[in-house]
């Protein structure tokens, strides 16, 4: 324990992690009394934050169909309108329907939250374990470029560039390409504490082809962490993107992102609060959600890696 | 130590150096009429395509471009403002004092919460304050700046209005302390929730770990008095950490609080970035975009320095 504080200042430069033998749940010990138990997936909260996650996925995949209004009509009798039989959320200052464009929204920011946070993984994955496998000068250009993308002040840059595209796939991209960094130096300290283990040797030994070894061996036993930190991923990609929204730099019209709405219905929220409560609240409640499971996770998988990282 | 932060401060220019190629290849790269029609935006009829290429001088080289631009850059010279033909150094230097007033404010606020509210959980884990702590810091992640903003807006203006305090451009404290106080309160409060609950956890989880170590346990044995303990060999250990995230923070957050400063309408150094990239003001986005980056890549060398002096096993070689 002793080597912990020092660890963490000299790794910081090198490995980005301490060595440690418990930082993979080790399976093959039960956790609970009996024997042939198998670890607890998840805690009371998890599993709480895994049902609401759940119930906010299928009111956005189905939520939309049922609704008998669609994102483009005008309801031209009701204009600012609160909650009624009719419009269960309200409508908008133009007549629509708060609560197809709120569940359209909830869909737009969940959906790029999601991918973007398995893209982001991805890269840092692959970066990490090329970098931490490979050192030299593989190590040395790949965690340039990692410190590069750290400097650069992402918003602006996103924000810039997104502004050419309506396209909600470029802000995928663009997001991506600024959400990798940490997890890929994560990655690579384990990476380098891996390819000593036993098995990369063997598999060294007997002549795997080396990216072959990163691939099928060091990166299927970063799992757990992987899926950690892409948990804990997707509620950083979902603020960046309702953050953006908000601003008008993130999801173009006629797509629509709680973000989005949330800018739209600010400025009446206070005299026609309906217009950007709903949008909020669901926001909200959709990043409680993930990162109660994505605490979970990692307080499973990895206690000490965010404070190193 | 000396020739540590030479090395870092070379470092930290070749980085700079790096950051501004690429905001340059960024925007620069490409076919001339590409660059001059997104400079000048979808709309802008094509003469105003025709001059921006003519004043920019885009029809030169890439190499030739980019060596003016770099020159101008060692002069301290970050162009003129496309829209207001001001010096872009200029506007700058006029949105630094809201960021840095709301950033410093808010870093104080921040680091009491913070680490006050880590040290509170760890020092008696699974107790009551703790989970209530932990479910605060839960809803600090979980609440977006933008929301929170908002929100807060909506309390000082309907529900709580007598408080006086209101959303409003920046206003130097040297003028008027009142006007300063009632603008800046709910942003400084609206930024350091959200930072002071990565704070909590970060300085949480740093003080178990350090309380557990041999020069904890030696303290303990030779008579230190648990709060000395605690204050003065636990905290200043796990305090490591947790410099290094409050580095980077203010770091990145100097250059330009993007969200706060836009929710509450304070004239800072995000609110000139989201107002230049709504207009297309090239010269003032690449500026802001070189001093954000200065900002992070000076923070990180005071971390370092930092280091050396919360702990004494860290030693600058």
Known sequence: MSASLWGRFTTRATTGLRPSASRFPDLSTPVEARPEARPRMFSATGIAGLALLSFLAALAVLGPILVPWTAADRDFEAFLQPPSANHPFGTTASGGDLLVLTLLGLRKSLLIGFVVAVAATTVAALVGAFAGYFLGWVDRTLMWVTDLLLVLPAFLVVAVVSSGHDDWIALVVLLTAFMWMVTAKAVRGVTIVMRDREYVKAARFMGVPSHRIVLRHVVPNLASLLVADATVNVSAAILAETSLSYFGFGVAPPDVSLGSLIADGAPTALYAPWTFWWAAGLLIALIVAVNLVGDDLRDRFDPALRACA | ?317
């Not at chain 2, 660059?35 to 000048?40: E, G, M, N, P």
């Not at chain 2, 980019?66 to 020159?71: D, K, V």
């Not at chain 2, 606020?109 to 680490?115: R, S």
Request: aromatic share 10%; proline share 5%.
């Open chain 2, 1 to 317: 130590m000396w020739r540590f932060l030479i090395r870092r401060i070379v470092f930290g220019i070749v980085v700079l150096w790096l950051v501004a190629t690429t905001v340059f290849l960024l925007f620069f790269a490409g076919p001339a009429d590409n660059v001059a029609r997104r400079l000048a935006g979808p709309r802008a009829p094509i003469e105003v395509v025709e001059q921006i290429k003519d004043t920019l001088g885009l029809d030169r080289p890439l190499y030739e471009q980019y060596f003016g631009f770099l020159g101008n850059l060692l002069r301290g010279d970050l162009g003129t403002s496309f829209i207001s033909q001001t010096p872009v150094s200029t506007l700058i230097l006029q949105s630094l004092p809201g960021t840095l007033w709301l950033v410093f404010g808010a870093a104080v606020l921040w680091m009491i919460m913070g680490v006050g509210g880590g040290v509170v959980s760890a020092t008696k884990p699974r107790s009551l304050r703790d989970r209530t702590l932990t479910v605060l810091v839960l809803a600090g992640i979980s609440l977006p700046t933008f929301v929170l903003g908002i929100l807060m807006i909506y309390l000082a203006l309907s529900v709580f209005p007598g408080t006086g305090l209101q959303p409003g451009p920046y206003i130097s404290p040297f003028i008027d302390v009142g006007a300063f106080l009632s603008t800046m309160v709910m942003p400084w409060i609206c930024l350091a929730v959200v930072q002071a609950a990565v704070y909590v956890r970060l300085t949480r989880g740093s003080m178990l770990d350090t309380m557990g170590e041999d020069f904890i346990r030696t303290a303990r044995a030779k008579g230190v008095p648990e709060r000395s303990v605690t204050y003065r060999h636990g905290l200043r250990a796990a305090l490591t950490p947790v410099i290094t995230q409050f580095g980077v923070d203010v770091g990145t957050l100097l250059g330009g609080v993007v969200v706060t400063e836009s929710v509450f309408g304070l004239q800072g150094i995000g609110q000139l970035m989201i107002r230049s990239v709504r207009d297309g003001d090239l010269p003032v986005i690449i500026g802001a975009a070189i001093m954000a980056a200065a900002f992070i890549v000076i923070a990180n060398i005071l971390v370092d320095v930092a280091y050396s002096f919360l702990d004494p096993r860290v030693r600058l070689a």
